[in-house]
């Protein structure tokens, strides 16, 4: 089993769609966890932390549930720029190294 | 604001040659790491640094090595360059502190071996 499970996608949806990413991990020691946007052969850039409490930036929605070691990530009203791979990405502890999904392909169109 | 700076952008090598990726960051941060990236994959742990003169091997190390010499640089050295280390080089540097905080990533390094 992956260490960090994400579907590969690609997800194709209208621009104003509402869209949700899953990821699950496998290490139950994990401390924390984000959700990272990379654009084509670009650097992968932070877009948000996610917290058990779950948590919200703008249009975008994180949620953590520690029991089920699973992530979500809700984009609503998508845009035309929102489109990218979005990473799946957790701190497995030691030196905080992170363990990178595979990323989930997002087209919004128009 | 630099941040985190890779050098050179794009390389291309022979079988059998040598370099070094370069990487500097200014934002005075403890943690380095250097990751590869394949088409289609997630980033894979090369080697990572918890401060100057202290590294350690990630998750794919093998003909690859790092120094830390400085707190700034974390160069990254390919000794006989091989066709499986064709990859996008991605150095990050991560400020000491709780888990959380992210990681800030470099613009990468393309590097084809043929």
């Known amino acids: 089993r992956k260490e960090v499970e994400q579907d590969p996608g690609p997800f194709n949806v209208p621009e104003g769609a509402t869209v949700a990413f899953n990821c699950t991990y496998s290490?139950?020691?994990?401390?924390?966890f984000f959700w990272y946007r990379q654009d084509c052969r670009k650097e992968p850039k932070l877009l948000m932390s996610?917290?058990?409490s779950g948590n919200e930036d703008g249009r975008f929605t994180a949620q953590l549930n520690r029991a089920s070691q699973y992530i979500s990530l809700l984009i609503r009203d998508s845009k035309l720029s929102d489109s990218a791979t979005y990473l799946c990405?957790?701190?497995?502890?030691?030196?905080?190294?992170?363990?990178f999904g595979t990323g989930t392909r997002l087209q919004v169109t128009l | 604001n630099a941040g985190v700076t890779q050098t050179p952008k794009f390389r291309i090598l022979k079988i059998g040659q040598s370099m070094t990726l370069q990487c500097t960051q200014d934002m005075n941060h403890n943690y380095m790491y250097w990751y590869r990236q394949d088409p289609g994959m997630g980033l894979k742990l090369i080697y990572y640094?918890?401060?100057?003169?202290?590294?350690d091997k990630g998750e794919v190390p093998n003909g690859y090595n790092v120094s830390r010499s400085t707190t700034e640089d974390f160069p990254l050295r390919l000794e006989l360059a091989a066709p499986s280390q064709t990859s996008v080089y991605f150095c990050a540097s991560r400020d000491f502190g709780t888990g959380d905080q992210p990681q800030h990533f470099g613009d990468g390094t393309r590097l084809s071996i043929l």
């Open positions: 290490n139950s020691a994990s401390q924390s």
């Open positions: 640094s918890v401060g100057a003169g202290i590294t």
């Open positions: 990405v957790v701190n497995t502890g030691t030196a905080s190294k992170l363990t």
């Open positions: 996610v917290y058990s």
